[in-house]
C-alpha cells in the first residue's frame, strides 16, 4: 500500500481481555517500530524488528506485552490481560532500511486507539 | 537519561514566523526530527538535521542545531492557519533504530 496501515483504528475492551493490534507496513520496508503514545504525551518507543528479528524490546511495560513479525511483513502487538491503564494510541512505523542505520527515516501509521474499561 | 524537552504551546498570528525550540539529553544522537501531527492523522515527518550539521533549510521551514547546547529549533516562516498542530521533535541513537520524542508543542495560528 501507500502508507503504513494499522487495523482496527479503535478498540474498545474490558479490563482482563486480550487484544491484538496489528500493523501493515509499507511494502519493502525492512524495519518497523511500535510506539504508544498517552494523550498529552510524545511516543514512547516499545520494540522494533529487522526483518523477522526482534531486535530491542526494553520499551515493553511487562510481560504481558509481546510483538511479533512472523514473515518479516505484518507485525501484531498482543497486550494479555488488558488493564485500564493500557488505553492509548498505539502506532506502528516502518523504514526502508535496516533501523541502525542513522539515515534512515521512520514512516508513521494513523495508530489505533485502545481503551480498556 | 533520555529526556527530550518541549515548551508546551506557542501561539502566533497568521503570516508570522513561529519557533518552536526543543533541547535534548544524549550527545550520541546522530539525527534529530521534527514531526508534525494533526487532529485525527498519524505522525508526518516534517525534517531532519544530522548532527554535524548547524542549519538546514527546506522551503519556510528552517532547523538550528546547538550540538553544545543540545538544543534544536524549527523556525516556520509565514506561518498559516494550516501550520496548527502539534509538533514534536525527535532524537534518534546512534546505533539504534529507536527514536526518543519530545511532548509535543501545539501551535495555535490565529487569522
Known amino acids: 500500500g501507500a502508507g503504513v496501515s494499522q487495523s482496527p483504528r479503535y478498540k474498545v475492551t474490558k479490563r482482563g481481555q486480550d487484544v491484538a493490534l496489528r500493523c501493515d507496513p509499507i511494502?519493502?520496508?525492512?524495519?518497523l517500530y511500535w510506539y504508544r503514545q498517552a494523550l498529552g504525551q510524545g511516543p514512547e518507543f516499545l520494540t522494533y524488528?529487522?526483518?523477522?528479528?526482534?531486535?530491542?524490546k526494553s520499551g515493553l511495560p511487562n510481560d504481558r506485552f509481546s510483538a511479533e513479525r512472523p514473515e518479516g511483513s505484518i507485525s501484531t502487538l498482543t497486550i494479555q490481560r488488558t488493564e485500564q491503564r493500557d488505553s492509548a494510541m498505539y502506532r506502528c512505523?516502518?523504514?526502508?532500511?535496516?533501523?541502525?542505520?542513522?539515515?534512515?527515516?521512520?514512516?508513521f501509521g494513523p495508530g489505533t486507539r485502545l481503551t480498556v474499561l | 537519561g533520555e529526556d527530550v524537552e518541549q515548551s508546551l504551546f506557542l501561539s502566533v498570528r497568521e503570516g508570522d514566523s513561529s519557533v518552536i525550540n526543543c533541547t535534548y539529553t544524549?550527545?550520541?544522537?546522530?539525527?534529530l526530527y521534527w514531526y508534525k501531527q494533526e487532529p485525527g492523522a498519524g505522525l508526518q515527518l516534517l525534517t531532519y538535521?544530522?548532527?554535524?550539521?548547524d542549519m538546514k533549510q527546506d522551503q519556510r521551514l528552517t532547523v538550528l542545531l546547538n550540538k553544545k547546547d543540545k538544543h534544536l529549533s524549527l523556525r516556520i516562516a509565514d506561518t498559516q492557519t494550516g501550520d496548527s498542530a502539534i509538533y514534536f521533535c525527535?532524537?534518534?541513537?546512534?546505533?539504534?533504530?529507536?527514536?526518543?520524542f519530545g511532548q509535543g508543542t501545539t501551535l495555535q495560528v490565529k487569522p
Open positions: 512505523a516502518s523504514s526502508l532500511g535496516v533501523a541502525q542505520q542513522s539515515t534512515d527515516t521512520q514512516y
Open positions: 511494502s519493502g520496508h525492512v524495519s
Open positions: 524488528f529487522n526483518y523477522e528479528a526482534q531486535q530491542d
Open positions: 544524549d550527545s550520541s544522537s546522530t539525527y
Open positions: 538535521i544530522f548532527s554535524n550539521m
Open positions: 525527535a532524537e534518534k541513537k546512534g546505533n539504534t533504530g529507536k527514536l526518543i
